[in-house]
């Protein structure tokens, strides 16, 4: 399950960042943004185009000629807060075109929200863009809509997210994600490079690639070839990673994979982590989700019977920095005292640098939910204490183990204080830790990569002070 941390969940994603000061006579799109980095990057690309067609966007419903809201369908709470967001809008504006994941069942909106403009499913952004002219007609001016070549962004502007596949082949028994969002289809290699070439010449310093499944990519194309600057390449996550990975020098850019699945090839990646001349990071997101081998059967995980742990090592072994971030589910249907054992001896074993545990929830239309022995709330709400307690202790120890080394860290904000919020190499943005420096940032700027001396460690976070150059 790719999209499944709480803080990738809509009420934490990152609030998309606007353009002010419209023309008088420019046509207003307002733009709700709900969900996962997935469905952010789809905003972003309905925002680009709006942008080229001469849309003004703003974040506010009440001076806007239409509202776009981009839902997340992904878990039963998340739809209930993407139905209220569709409701404020048309209470506040009148004009709503709903799009996104929960797009993807539209009587499910009609029912509650009849007066909808349209619905659209995730990644239409044609029929999104044909409901806004049939709803608020364009006015395009030539001299001043001229676009960044990166697109409008809703992140800030030193990272983005770079999408490189949508759907998933696989059938986790807990997930609706291929249903919403269908089969793997990858977009071709030279076509996502295009797209992160523009954007490291905006400026962007760290490229997030993300996918429902980073590892599968490129199996529906049949890993096809495509020239890139006078070489073939394969639509494949080696070949990819590592162009990538050469968009600019390794101490001007990272590159960032999540959402990898442990398949063998993943062996060939590890490498380029190790190749401190290539900007793709010494990290891994690979949601594990559990380590029994009877509870990943009852999920139906892919890559069950891969042996993690020995995988894990070979790892560590090409690259003994390789950072380590999964998440794991707690309570599944099923799930007995001795497979959570399992999973905390597991852990012990395993030491993963970045966790995250959730609660197992019964998501409609998930087949896990027909499951027998489902695990009372309250034993649910203790296996995830003690899961919590080991994964923290973990990540304490090994956050320790960095006080006193040399760190390059990027700089996510300085506030009015002076004091930087970092993060290293091993923290990805909204889901890992900071660094944080206190004094000495004079000089400093958003986006900013640098090196720093670690001098303390926190339960999650850490803090440093700038080398001297
Ligand atoms: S079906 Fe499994 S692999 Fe595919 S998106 Fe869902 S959880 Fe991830």
Redesign the pocket.
């Known amino acids: ?4 941390p709480p803080n990738l969940r809509p009420d934490l994603a990152p609030q998309p960042v606007f353009n002010a000061n419209p023309r008088s006579d420019q046509p207003t799109i307002g733009m709700v943004s709900l969900g996962c980095p997935k469905a952010l990057v789809d905003s972003e690309r309905i925002l680009t185009r709006l942008r080229a067609e001469g849309y003004q966007i703003s974040a506010d419903y009440a001076g806007a000629d239409a509202v776009v809201v981009n839902t997340c369908g992904f878990l039963d709470s998340a739809k209930a807060e993407s139905l209220e967001a569709i409701g404020e809008a048309l209470q506040e504006n009148g004009k709503v075109i709903v799009t996104g994941c929960l797009g993807a069942e539209p009587d499910y909106i009609t029912g509650v929200h009849p007066k909808v403009l349209a619905v659209t499913g995730p990644h239409q952004y044609e029929q999104v863009l044909d409901a806004v002219h049939g709803a608020v007609p364009p006015a395009p001016d030539p001299f001043v809509d001229l676009l960044p070549a990166s697109g409008v962004k809703l992140t800030p502007r030193h990272f983005s997210y770079l999408k490189i596949s949508e ?6 028994k ?5 249903d919403m ?1 269908g089969k793997l289809a990858s977009r071709p290699a030279h076509a996502v490079l295009r797209e992160a070439e523009k954007l490291v010449q905006a400026g962007v310093k760290e490229l997030l690639v993300i996918s ?2 980073t590892s599968a990519y490129g199996l529906d194309r049949r890993y096809s070839t495509h020239d890139w600057k006078g070489e073939e390449i394969r639509s494949h996550i080696t070949d990819l990673s590592r162009e990538l990975g050469r968009l600019a020098p390794a101490d001007d850019l990272w590159v960032r994979l999540h ?1 990898v ?1 442990p398949y063998p090839h993943v062996r060939d990646l590890i490498p380029l982590m190790a190749d401190t001349s290539n900007a793709v990071l010494p990290y891994l997101d690979i ?1 594990f ?1 559990h380590a029994h081998p009877a509870t990943l059967k009852r ?4 890559a069950a019977s891969a042996k993690v742990l020995d995988e894990i090592k070979a790892w560590r072994d090409i690259c003994p920095d390789i950072t380590l971030r999964s998440t794991f589910i707690v309570g599944y249907p099923g799930e007995t005292e001795e497979e959570f054992q399992y999973l905390l001896d597991w852990m012990d074993e395993a030491q993963l640098d970045r966790v995250g545990c959730f609660q197992y929830e019964n998501v409609a239309g998930a087949r896990s939910n027909a499951l027998p022995d489902h695990v009372p709330a309250e034993l649910k709400q203790e296996r995830w204490d003690r899961f919590m307690e080991k994964a923290q202790a973990i990540s304490e120890a090994k956050l320790e183990a960095k006080v006193g080394t040399i760190q390059q860290v990027i700089v996510d904000d300085i506030d009015e204080d002076g004091i930087a919020t970092c993060r290293t190499k091993a923290d990805a943005p909204e889901i890992d830790g900071n660094l944080f420096i206190d004094e000495g940032t004079e000089g400093l700027s958003v986006g900013d990569l640098v090196t720093v001396e670690v001098d303390e460690a926190g339960e999650y976070d850490l803090w440093g002070g700038l080398t001297k150059a």
């Open positions: 399950m790719s999209q499944n759907g998933c082949n696989h059938a986790c807990f997930c609706i994600i291929p969002r429902q499944d959402y699945y949601p989700q999920m139906a995980r892919p």
